[in-house]
């Protein structure tokens, strides 16, 4: 069962960075308004995730480490359906197997919070402890047990890098949670509430501050709402271009070509623009392939999906006159 245990967790947990992705996604879950995150060595000794959201009882601090004990969903289409990301309810289970997990964990009704110590999957301590509302969950040395994975991590800088985007991402996606992210005890980004606006330029730095071009537009298909870069903060690298469906972050190389398309004789052809796009799709239309990794999706009418895109981006652009 360990070992089963260890399987699964590989699947859902690839390294640090996809830890990292669950428990932020599961602070925004219970409603955090403020999410911190600690990291030493690239997450490899320790991924600390510290949010103000709801917290947990006893039983639900136990039960969170066990496989499928959570899980919401029904069908595939309630991937996408529902508002929650938590659908597996396996992501801890997971991360436990793998880890050293401490989890503080204290609801607001609540005198004392939950002290648990999980190794490999093994409650090692359970105790009331004193400590703020919300929930603070430390993964240490992950896959200290399952030596080819650790080997199998790659160097620090670029676990790092792995870091930073996927915290990019879930902050991008809630501009109205205040985010932070220390690395080493050296603070990497401290993003306050606000606008989309205001969390891009917080993220990507002062030169997008009065280059972002709002984008909108609402189709009986598809809703389309965010922010693209003016033409002259494109850039040569690819990078820093976010589709976000149903607040989910997804990889699409086909709606890239129909915002580039848009910026057809704006930009030279070797450049990539700067573009954040958040859209709303009914569930029902999108087909994607259920796993807990996947970030690209299939949509019924993607014919349909370019040209709104294209369009939207291109309106935008030609309304601001850049
Ligand atoms: P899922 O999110 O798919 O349900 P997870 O393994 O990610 O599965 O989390 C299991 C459960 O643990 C969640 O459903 C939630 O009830 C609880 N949980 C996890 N993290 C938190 C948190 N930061 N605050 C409150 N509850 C949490
Ligand atoms: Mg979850």
Redesign the pocket.
Known sequence: DAIANQIAAGEVVQRPSSALK??M???V??G?TEVQVMIKEAGKMLIQ?I?N????SLT?AR??FERHA???IRKSEDLFAIKT?????????SIAAVAQVEMK?KQSEEELGTLLFVEGSEVKKQEPVVCPD??S?AVKNLFYNVPARRNFLKSNPVEMKHIVEEFQRVALSYPEIKFSLMQNDMELFRLNPGKLSQRIVGIFGKNYQGKLVACQEDTPHVKIKGYVGKPENAKKSRGEQYFFVNNRYIKSNYLHHAVSNAYEGLIASDQHPFYVLFLEIDPSHIDINVHPTKTEIKFDDERTIYSVVRSGVKQALGAHNV
């Open positions: 669950e428990m996604e599961n602070s879950d219970a955090a995730v949010d959201g709801k917290g947990m639900d039960m969170s959570t899980s919401k990301f938590g659908f597996r309810g396996e992501a801890l289970a964990t919300g929930t969950i």
